[in-house]
Protein backbone atom coordinates (compact mmCIF):
# COMPACT_ATOMS: atom_id res chain seq x y z
CA UNK A 1 0.00 0.00 0.00
CA UNK A 2 2.63 2.73 1.13
CA UNK A 3 4.99 1.53 -2.49
CA UNK A 4 1.71 2.32 -4.18
CA UNK A 5 1.18 5.38 -3.07
CA UNK A 6 5.26 6.13 -3.37
CA UNK A 7 4.77 5.25 -7.07
CA UNK A 8 2.02 6.97 -7.50
CA UNK A 9 3.54 10.71 -6.07
CA UNK A 10 6.63 9.90 -8.02
CA UNK A 11 4.75 10.06 -11.11
CA UNK A 12 2.83 13.05 -9.62
CA UNK A 13 6.31 14.61 -9.17
CA UNK A 14 7.00 13.55 -13.37
CA UNK A 15 4.02 15.02 -14.70
CA UNK A 16 4.45 18.35 -12.88
CA UNK A 17 8.28 18.60 -14.08
CA UNK A 18 6.80 19.22 -17.24
CA UNK A 19 5.14 22.68 -16.18
CA UNK A 20 7.70 23.82 -14.55
CA UNK A 21 9.13 27.21 -16.05
CA UNK A 22 13.66 26.51 -16.11
CA UNK A 23 16.39 26.47 -18.44
CA UNK A 24 15.86 23.02 -19.12
CA UNK A 25 12.36 23.81 -20.89
CA UNK A 26 13.28 26.74 -22.43
CA UNK A 27 16.61 25.12 -23.63
CA UNK A 28 14.97 22.36 -25.63
CA UNK A 29 13.07 24.64 -27.84
CA UNK A 30 14.62 27.12 -29.61
CA UNK A 31 11.98 29.43 -29.97
CA UNK A 32 11.57 29.84 -26.78
CA UNK A 33 15.07 30.53 -26.41
CA UNK A 34 14.74 33.00 -29.00
CA UNK A 35 11.56 34.66 -27.57
CA UNK A 36 12.25 34.37 -23.32
CA UNK A 37 16.07 35.81 -23.79
CA UNK A 38 16.52 37.47 -27.65
CA UNK A 39 19.82 35.47 -27.98
CA UNK A 40 19.71 33.32 -31.45
CA UNK A 41 20.58 29.69 -30.32
CA UNK A 42 21.75 27.80 -26.94
CA UNK A 43 25.13 28.25 -27.83
CA UNK A 44 25.01 31.69 -27.62
CA UNK A 45 23.15 31.35 -24.33
CA UNK A 46 26.44 29.01 -22.97
CA UNK A 47 28.70 31.74 -24.31
CA UNK A 48 27.23 34.58 -22.25
CA UNK A 49 27.02 32.18 -19.20
CA UNK A 50 30.70 31.04 -19.55
CA UNK A 51 31.54 34.64 -19.43
CA UNK A 52 29.72 35.23 -16.78
CA UNK A 53 30.86 32.71 -14.50
CA UNK A 54 34.29 34.00 -15.19
CA UNK A 55 33.32 36.79 -12.72
CA UNK A 56 32.28 36.48 -9.41
CA UNK A 57 28.79 38.06 -7.76
CA UNK A 58 28.73 39.87 -5.33
CA UNK A 59 25.36 39.19 -3.74
CA UNK A 60 23.31 41.84 -1.40
CA UNK A 61 23.93 41.57 2.14
CA UNK A 62 25.81 37.90 1.71
CA UNK A 63 22.90 36.09 -0.05
CA UNK A 64 23.67 32.78 -1.47
CA UNK A 65 21.49 31.96 -4.32
CA UNK A 66 19.71 28.95 -4.73
CA UNK A 67 19.80 28.94 -8.29
CA UNK A 68 22.58 27.32 -10.34
CA UNK A 69 24.44 30.05 -12.80
CA UNK A 70 22.08 28.70 -16.13
CA UNK A 71 19.00 29.71 -14.13
CA UNK A 72 20.17 32.93 -12.72
CA UNK A 73 21.39 33.88 -16.15
CA UNK A 74 17.98 33.12 -18.06
CA UNK A 75 15.91 35.12 -14.98
CA UNK A 76 18.08 38.15 -16.20
CA UNK A 77 17.61 37.67 -19.69
CA UNK A 78 14.09 37.18 -19.72
CA UNK A 79 13.73 40.47 -17.18
CA UNK A 80 15.24 42.64 -19.94
CA UNK A 81 13.85 41.12 -22.64
CA UNK A 82 10.29 40.83 -21.67
CA UNK A 83 10.09 42.52 -18.23
CA UNK A 84 8.27 40.22 -16.58
CA UNK A 85 7.56 41.16 -12.81
CA UNK A 86 9.60 40.19 -10.00
CA UNK A 87 6.50 38.48 -8.93
CA UNK A 88 5.92 36.60 -12.19
CA UNK A 89 9.63 35.55 -12.32
CA UNK A 90 9.45 34.06 -8.62
CA UNK A 91 5.96 32.26 -9.96
CA UNK A 92 6.99 31.00 -12.56
CA UNK A 93 10.57 29.32 -11.33
CA UNK A 94 8.95 28.45 -8.01
CA UNK A 95 11.00 30.82 -5.99
CA UNK A 96 9.87 33.78 -3.78
CA UNK A 97 10.01 37.28 -4.60
CA UNK A 98 13.14 38.16 -2.51
CA UNK A 99 15.08 35.26 -4.24
CA UNK A 100 14.41 36.99 -7.81
CA UNK A 101 14.87 40.64 -6.26
CA UNK A 102 18.33 39.13 -4.93
CA UNK A 103 19.62 37.59 -8.72
Same mark, same amino acid.
Given at each position: ? @??????? %???????????????????? &??? @??????? %???????? &?? %???????????? &??? $????????? *???? *???????? &???? %??????? $????????
Amino acid at each position: M @LRQKVAK %LEGEVERLRKFIFCYETVAR &SPD @LLKHYTG %LPDICAFE &SL %LNLCVKYKCNYY &SGW $SPSMDDREQ *LLIT *LMKLRCNF &SLTD %LGIRFGV $SKTTIENI
